[in-house]
């Protein structure tokens, strides 16, 4: 069955860098156009960024913009999201996602605060 583990949150300083993966198994994987959303209590899931299977046809919401990186390693079966220059509204649950699915991961949360 399809299984998407997200890893890599936490607590973070302004400013600074995480790196989320979500490793996948249980579906094409390399065919798959994958992405990555958010979500903040009280608020809808929303796209953060999404890549297609050969790694071409980024997307990003304008707010991450030339500060998230969404890539994949398809020997792996990871997708990866390397933030950079986080900011406190950045703060939110972080959701893998096999686009065109209703398959999520669990989250994983991250927290830019001082």
């Known amino acids: 069955q399809v299984q998407l583990v997200e890893s890599g949150g936490g607590l973070v300083q302004p400013g600074g860098s995480l790196r989320l993966s979500c490793a996948a198994s249980?579906?094409?994987?390399?065919?798959?156009?994958m992405g990555w959303y958010r979500q903040t209590p009280g608020k809808e899931r929303e796209l953060v960024a999404h890549i297609l299977g050969s790694g071409l046809g980024l997307n990003y919401v304008d707010s991450v913009k030339g500060r998230f990186s969404i890539s994949r390693d398809n020997a792996k079966r990871t997708v990866y999201l390397q933030m950079t220059s986080l900011k406190p509204e950045d703060t939110a649950v972080y959701y893998c996602h096999l686009v065109g699915t209703d398959y999520w991961g669990q989250g994983t949360q991250v927290t830019v605060s001082s």
């Open positions: 249980g579906f094409t994987f390399e065919f798959s156009r």
